[in-house]
């Protein structure tokens, strides 16, 4: 078996003393005077007000009226901050007025934009501003302005950029939801947001196939009653019906607006989007964000972190309904860098395309999640791990969304990025605006681990009472403020909702329901969810320690490991696996793996069960929903499964355990 423990010791990647001096990082620390990351991290945290002043400047980060201080904050209660008091700004004349003005930045390129059939577009700043302005104006002539609630329900188009940015323009609030989500998880967002228009698509494209989107749009939006307007995009060219009055099609209502505009006199903490989260009961949580936080975090972290500033290319796969989406929309021309999307899947028609991306596009950083590097992995064509591509441009690999195993890490390093091009790794939230901890130009990597906390961010491993651990698992905490924190959740009065899901655990702290350890070299570990661990006869363990020995095997392409009740144990663990094609579900398999974890995680450790499935549930970005597999196996309720691409898979794990024993 390939040594997880192993890989997990060693150094794999480490910045040159080029790498240090061209880095962003560098050139913020550089212009602050400051000498080393530590110094950095003790400032940025000691002192959020300078560390938010110094990052706007960097940024460059245009007000119309300067703010008076950048935060009001009552160190001793920090969960509502008020970020760039006594200013006004819109965001978008940040991510695209400026970049206009100079006739160089003007023509430079804004956003590449993919099908899965092969049609491309490209736009460069001065022509994405006019599209924007355009739909801005659309939108107005609807009627839609200030605090109207927008949903976006498309694909990762162009479209999907520029309505977004549009959205924002207008002073509106983006509702953006997953391409993937069925007609149920749609009405109960827009409802909940009590949206006045939706912006959709005919449909779209998936592994050669034309998914209709609209019809799903329709029987959701019939039941919302503050909903009056639905934008229509043709994208895949399906027929679909209109209803008078309510459905505009977009090459009708957008196309033909001037294409100047003046953004929205907005504030700063003037809400941006709402993002729904979902929960394991009661409706989802809408994550409220501002004009002066997602965009400036997520900016933050893609400079500091991916190293992408005036002129990069970055690619993320990820849908406008996971918060990379809008990440990526903002973060990227909030720098003046170059935004690369794509609709369609990133192994189709073979599983070299996610490579092709990068070699057509000439990216410098492309965000992967460790799901798809597994798949890839198992793959017997040599197109998956990049064979004939030529990735010269590329510098750095990027992931979040869910813990890495470290043989997967190690492939994509070492195959694929032929041991010079550093992974990025990065953990967060919607909440979050972005990242916790992340990895960055100035520290060495080890497999799956994280190399720092995000600058401005005092983070923190802690036990239950709230004291900090080295070298043992405890909750991953924050102890300061950041500008990208959430606002609170949609229509929570008195903020109950926000309350317990992250202070209410430890006094003036964000809980963030990760567990995570450090080590004492100073790189980080993410373990999985908090609420995702077992307690195996007082032993608590992650199921990602359980998930690496399983994917190590050569037979196995993607795991779960789930804790379920143990009459004298408490808990065991009971584990699920993909098998790669060719290879065939057995007794002794099934044996041989949980051996292997016994062996590697101690006997008492041994799953109780190893079973085989064609799939397991998973999300648009590829995160699989331990939640869910565990209440497939107990036969329980799985709440809120919206947000699942593949919700026959909960079916197929039991009929698994049934006919596997």
């Known amino acids: 078996m390939e040594n997880d423990r192993l890989d997990a010791d060693q150094i794999l990647w480490a910045p040159s003393d080029q790498d240090i001096d061209r880095s962003r990082l560098f050139a913020f620390m550089s212009a602050n005077d400051i000498d080393d990351f530590d110094t950095l991290m003790d400032r940025s945290t000691a002192d959020v007000a300078w560390f938010t002043d110094a990052l706007i400047r960097f940024l460059g980060i245009r007000f119309t009226v300067p703010y008076e201080r950048s935060v009001d904050l009552d160190p001793t209660d920090w969960k509502r901050p008020v970020w760039c008091p006594g200013g006004r700004m819109n965001i978008t004349a940040s991510c695209l007025d400026r970049w206009i003005e100079d006739e160089d930045t003007a023509q430079r390129l804004a956003l590449i934009a993919e099908l899965e059939d092969g049609q491309i577009r490209e736009f460069s700043y001065a022509e994405l501003a006019a599209k924007v302005s355009r739909c801005a104006n659309g939108l107005r002539e609807l009627g839609l302005g200030v605090g109207d609630r927008i949903g976006l329900y498309l694909p990762m188009t162009w479209q999907n950029a520029v309505a977004l940015l549009a959205i924002a323009r207008i002073g509106g609030i983006a509702l953006p939801l997953f391409s993937g989500f069925g007609t149920g998880a749609v009405q109960q967002r827009l409802e909940d947001a009590e949206a006045q228009a939706l912006i959709t698509a005919d449909g779209f494209h998936r592994r050669g196939k034309v998914v209709p989107l609209k019809p799903q749009a329709d029987a959701a939006v019939d039941d919302v009653p503050s909903l009056d307007h639905q934008i229509v995009v043709k994208i895949a060219g399906n027929e679909v019906p209109m209803t008078s009055g309510r459905d505009h099609w977009w090459h009708e209502l957008v196309s033909p607006q001037d294409p100047h505009d003046v953004p929205a006199d907005t504030a700063p903490e003037d809400p941006l989007m709402i ?64 935004a690369s999307v794509y609709e369609g899947a990133p192994d189709y028609p073979g599983p070299g395309r996610v490579w092709e991306i990068a070699e057509r596009h000439k990216l410098k950083a492309l965000g992967l999640s460790p799901t798809l590097v597994r798949a890839l992995r198992a793959s017997v064509d040599p197109a998956a791990s990049g064979a004939g591509v030529d990735l010269s441009t590329l510098r750095v690999f990027g992931s979040t969304g869910e813990p890495w195993n470290p043989v997967p890490f190690r492939w994509l390093f070492d195959t694929v990025g032929k041991g010079q091009r550093p992974i990025v790794n990065y953990t967060g939230g919607t909440e979050i605006s972005g990242g916790i901890l992340m990895s960055n130009p100035l520290h060495p990597i080890k497999a799956a681990s994280f190399s720092a906390p995000c600058p401005g961010m005092e983070v923190d491993v802690i036990d239950d009472l709230g004291n900090s651990l080295v070298g043992e698992v405890g909750e991953l905490a924050v102890r300061t403020p950041w500008i990208g924190m959430t606002r609170g959740f949609w229509r929570d009065k008195d903020d109950k909702r926000y309350h317990q899901a992250y202070w209410a655990k430890v006094p003036n702290t964000w809980v963030h329901g990760d567990w995570a350890r450090r080590d004492e070299d100073g790189q980080w570990w993410i373990l999985g969810r908090s609420d995702d661990t077992v307690n195996v006869g007082g032993k608590r363990v992650g199921p990602a320690e359980f998930e690496s020995v399983l994917v190590a095997h050569e037979s196995v392409v993607e795991a779960a490991a789930v804790g379920v009740p143990h009459p004298l144990k408490g808990s065991e663990v009971i584990c699920f696996c993909m098998l790669i094609d060719g290879a065939e579900p057995s007794d002794d398999l099934a044996d041989e793996l949980a051996q292997r974890c016994g062996e590697f995680l101690g006997r008492p450790l041994r799953p109780g069960r190893v079973h085989f499935v064609p799939d397991l549930p998973r999300t648009r970005n590829a995160k699989v929903m331990r939640r869910i597999v565990r209440t497939a196996y107990l036969s329980e309720d799985p709440g809120d499964t919206s947000s699942l691409v593949n919700p026959e898979s909960i079916d197929a794990i039991r009929e698994a355990i049934t006919s596997q024993g």
């Open 275 to 338: 993002i729904y989260t979902s929960g394991t009961t009661g409706r989802p949580k809408g994550a409220i964000h501002t004009h002066c936080g997602f965009p400036i975090k997520g900016a933050q972290d893609m400079t500091f972190g991916m190293d992408v500033g005036p002129g990069d290319r970055i690619h993320w796969v990820t849908d406008m309904g996971w918060m990379m989406g809008p990440w990526l929309i903002f973060g990227a021309t909030a720098l003046g860098a170059t």
